[in-house]
């Protein structure tokens, strides 16, 4: 009790000087991102605003020779330098643009938007879950029957052994520990509870596919219609953040099934404890027997919850995005590349993603503004250069 209080607070101080006492601007958002590029414009990126985050991660510039490293703040430096010196030598001027490029529209599905490393290590992580839960079901089951004197028990009398209910079926036994003292206790406290830790470790990693999956679809939207940013510390005219970061139809039942699952799996294993009585009901022995329990039927139903978030997830990944504004993801590099243009642009009024150049220009630019834009054209081309006379 004494360490829960302390780390308590612990988190109590961490969150107050973060409230308080810092003074930063994180970039938490996709609207922090934005505002920032737009008010501090990058000019490693300027010329660059098709660029998408496939294209800035492949980092090959073909018209330069040249390939960024993984390196990505360092190779955008010398990227620029690079294209500088290249372009003086041919006879551009200083304030030169990337070479123009034909627009592209083409539909990305939200699984484009998350990482292989982070799809592979979420769906990793589940397979494993299921198929070690599936196995101690399996043994689990097999257990109880033996205990029932080999008699197999129906779907109905497993549901009727009760939730979270200690049985002497369903305790678990044979694994070397001793039944008896506080070691005991504490190792049958951990074994419960290590479940849960591998619950909370999954639920952030599916909350980041679900974030990242959100994050482009709030950022294709800018394509489409002018809304303001939403951003972490707003002013006048912009929106504040989601309050569970996520929108709140995806936020909230993503949170109850959450709840729902660290409960399920709470009566799935369980600390169990038993006391041996006479008949006459008095206490024959001080010392208990500690050790865990399980639930059969609660423990298929931990499986069926997260089988369903499981469903859920991948049926939201195959949809498509909008066509229009490239996908940029959390790349930073790919946002500041589209947020390249005029420098009257207020952040703080409604933005829309498009064609800013007036109409009629042979090569025309995309940008964030506050005016009027319009979607770039099939094969037009865009973030052209202009050569010295």
Not at 220 to 235: E, G, M, Q, T, Y
Request: include cysteine.
């Amino acid at each position: 009790m004494i360490v829960v209080m302390v780390c308590n607070v612990g988190k109590a101080l961490l969150m107050f000087l973060i409230t308080f006492v810092l003074k930063d601007k994180p970039l938490i958002t996709i609207g922090d991102a934005i505002d920032s590029f737009l008010n501090d414009s990058d000019q490693t990126t300027r010329g660059l605003c098709l660029s998408s985050k496939k294209s800035i991660k492949a980092g090959k510039f073909p018209q330069y020779g040249f390939e960024m490293v993984k390196d990505y703040d360092a190779a955008l430096v010398c990227c620029y330098e690079a294209m500088s010196i290249q372009l003086k030598n041919e006879g551009f001027s200083k304030d030169w643009k990337a070479d123009p490029v034909k627009y592209r529209s083409s539909v990305e599905r939200w699984f484009s938007a998350v990482t292989p490393a982070r799809w592979y290590s979420c769906l990793a992580l589940y397979f494993c879950c299921m198929l070690t839960v599936t196995i101690l079901l399996v043994i689990g089951v097999n257990t109880a029957n033996y205990n029932n004197n080999g008699v197999a028990r129906s779907a109905l009398e497993f549901i009727n052994l009760g939730i979270g209910a200690v049985t002497p079926d369903t305790l678990i036994s044979g694994w070397h520990l001793a039944s008896i003292g506080g070691t005991t206790i504490i190792a049958s406290v951990l074994i419960s509870n290590i479940p849960q830790m591998i619950l909370s470790f999954l639920y952030l990693l599916f909350n980041g596919v679900f974030t990242s999956m959100l994050l482009a679809t709030e950022w294709s939207d800018f394509a489409h219609k002018r809304k303001p940013l939403r951003v972490s510390d707003p002013i006048k005219g912009q929106r504040s953040t989601y309050f569970l970061q996520l929108p709140y139809r995806y936020a909230v039942p993503l949170l109850i099934l959450s709840g729902i699952l660290h409960w399920s799996v709470s009566q799935s294993i369980f600390l169990a404890q038993v006391a041996t009585y006479s008949k006459d009901g008095d206490l024959v022995d001080n010392a208990a027997i500690s050790t865990c329990g399980y639930s059969p039927s609660v423990v298929a139903l931990t499986m069926i919850i997260g089988t369903c978030l499981a469903f859920f997830m991948v049926l939201l990944s195959v949809r498509r995005y909008k066509r229009g504004i490239p996908l940029a993801g959390s790349c930073s590099a790919a946002i500041s590349a589209a947020c390249y243009g005029r420098e009257d642009v207020d952040s703080a009024a409604p933005l829309q993603w498009g064609v800013t150049s007036p109409e009629g220009e042979e090569i025309g630019h995309c940008a964030f503004s506050d005016k009027e834009v319009r979607m770039p054209v099939e094969g037009r081309l865009y973030a052209g250069a202009m050569k010295m006379d």
